[in-house]
């Protein structure tokens, strides 16, 4: 049978070891999606310019995140501190309900440059991903804290 909070924590686990390779991929060197992923002003300048070191940390954090919710899911099977493990809880969503709302300027629901392609793949595609990983996430910590993990959905 399948647990709620376990389906949660695998498609969160799964999401994040995603973003994980592809960070590792361009921490490699590769270039596929790259243009599109760092934002730009009107004029095309790029307003960051991570590194190597900064994208592979990236990816770092993000595996890191991916065994914290698979750990849940117990498809990872990580002795993680349970103290460690609450708090991340609910520190991760908030970060991409943070990330989601943006800057108001180049990233997010209330960004003002909206023409550049960086804008276009942030409405479609990584805003609302953001949006649904603090979802999920808020999602699961109540659920953990409610102790609905032994709640059959299946």
Request: with cysteine.
């Amino acid at each position: 049978m399948l647990h709620l909070t376990k389906i949660i924590s695998f498609v969160l686990a799964f999401t994040f070891t995603a973003l994980a390779v592809i960070h590792f991929y361009w921490a490699c060197g590769g270039q596929w999606g790259l243009h599109a992923v760092i934002p730009t002003n009107l004029s095309g300048t790029k307003m960051l310019n991570p590194g190597t070191l900064i994208t592979l940390g990236v990816g770092l954090s993000l595996l890191l995140v991916a065994g914290l919710y698979g750990a849940v899911s117990k498809e990872f099977k990580w002795g993680v501190l349970t103290r460690i493990k609450a708090i991340s809880y609910g520190i991760v969503p908030l970060v991409f309900l943070l990330r989601a709302v943006g800057d108001f300027k180049y990233v997010g629901f209330f960004k003002v440059v909206n023409t550049t392609e960086f804008a276009f793949w942030d409405s479609v595609f990584f805003t609302p991903l953001c949006v649904l990983i603090s979802l999920l996430g808020f999602l699961l910590l109540r659920l953990s804290a409610a102790g609905f993990s032994s709640k059959n959905i299946l």
